[in-house]
Structure formats: C-alpha cells, structure tokens
T-cell receptor, first 112, second 112 residues
C-alpha cells in the first residue's frame, strides 16, 4: 500500500532564507510524486511532479523538489522564501494506475 | 481556476439527513477523486472513478456512496449524517489514473 509521511506539522522560516519541507514515501514500483499547496479557504493547487528523469524537478512559484530513491524522499525546496509562500503544503504519491495518496500536510510560516 | 467545478460551496444540514455533492471534472479528464479534509485528519482519500467505473476505494464509510455518470461528472452521496461528517469535501480530476490531479474549491459541509 502507498503511504506518505510529512514529519513536520509546521515549518518556520525567515523571509529570504531557503526553505525545505520534508516528505518521505512508500510505494511499490516506481513512484509518481507530487507537491500541492493550499491557501486558506481554497482548493489544493498543483505545484510540481516527479515521474521519471532528472531527480531535481522545478515547479511553480520558484519551488523545486529533489527525488532521492535510496532515501525514498521527495523534499520541497525554495532558495529564498517569500511571506506569500505561507500556506499548507501537501506531498502526494501515486503508483501508475493507482490512486493518489496525500500526506497530512505541513504548515509553512514565512516570518517577515 | 483549476477547471474543476464543485457545487454547492457550502451546505448546512441536520444530523440524520442526506446530501449530494456534485463535481464536474476538467474537460478531457477521465479520472475523478473524492477527498475529505478535516482539521485533525488531513486529506483522506475516499473513492476514485475512471471513465465511469469505480477504480479505488479508500476510507469511505458505508453511509457514503458515489458514482460517475456517462458525461463524467460525479456525485458523492452522504446519508445518515453525523456531526463528525462536518468537513471540507474535495473533488479532483486527472487525465488518467496516477497523473497529477486538479482540485475543485471544495464543498464545506456543516452538520448541526
């Protein structure tokens, strides 16, 4: 069965500093990995995905994520955080032809 | 705008009642997912349909049921409602199973 773990309920980062939101996964076969962001009272917005190829994936709003197969991780990163990045971030995993399972979410606070 | 439409946006109903939530997927998307989001449970996968057929089932209660119609819209039926069913219900769609999903704005259900 697929599963996703986001070990941090909340991450606080000062504006301008690099940020990392952690995600580890468990899936049989090759994983499809995703990051989504949710702003208050809104649906989830797709940020980026990894299916195959380069382990460093670039997405929307300057975010990127690094796939590490040996550590079964897919951490979300951004070189310089903005206050407007404050939101709830979800990591998700799928096995091709299977459902998408989400982690519990990490609340990111960017401090001015 | 993700292209996924959910109605209604808000619903307030009494315990014991039955409600129907509706979802229109993005044009061309064959896969529809339903998720429940509550404060303490994160984003829980309920059920997935692909081109009219049930594809995967998650933590969906027996009081809940869903279907996907020939025009690919989907409905989630919640019956014998309890206070604990109060949550945000999201629909998402993707072009094929396992591809990135795009979310609607959600239906906020309040059971009183």
């Amino acid at each position: 069965a697929q599963s996703v773990a986001q070990p941090e309920d909340q991450v606080n980062v000062a504006e301008g500093n690099p940020l990392t939101v952690k995600c580890t996964y468990s899936v049989s076969g090759n994983p499809y990995l995703f990051w989504y962001v949710q702003y208050p009272n809104r649906g989830l917005q797709f940020l980026l995905k990894y299916i195959t190829g380069d382990n460093l994936v670039k997405g929307s709003y300057g975010f990127e994520a690094e796939f590490n197969k040996s550590q079964t991780s897919f951490h979300l990163k951004k070189p310089s955080a903005l206050v407007s990045d404050s939101a709830l971030y979800f990591c998700a995993v799928s096995n091709r032809d299977d459902k998408i399972i989400f982690g519990k979410g990490t609340r990111l606070h960017i401090l001015p | 705008d993700s292209g996924v439409t959910q109605t209604p946006k808000h619903l307030i109903t009494a315990t014991g009642q039955r409600v129907t939530l509706r979802c229109s997927p993005r044009s061309g998307d064959l896969s529809v997912y339903w998720y429940q989001q509550s404060l303490d449970q994160g984003l829980q996968f309920l059920i997935q349909y692909y081109n009219g057929e049930e594809r995967a089932k998650g933590n969906i209660l027996e009081r809940f049921s869903a279907q996907q119609f020939p025009d690919l819209h989907s409905e989630l039926n919640l019956s014998s409602l309890e206070l604990g069913d109060s949550a945000l219900y999201f629909c998402a769609s993707s072009v094929w199973t396992g591809a990135e999903a795009f979310f609607g704005q959600g239906t906020r259900l309040t059971v009183v």
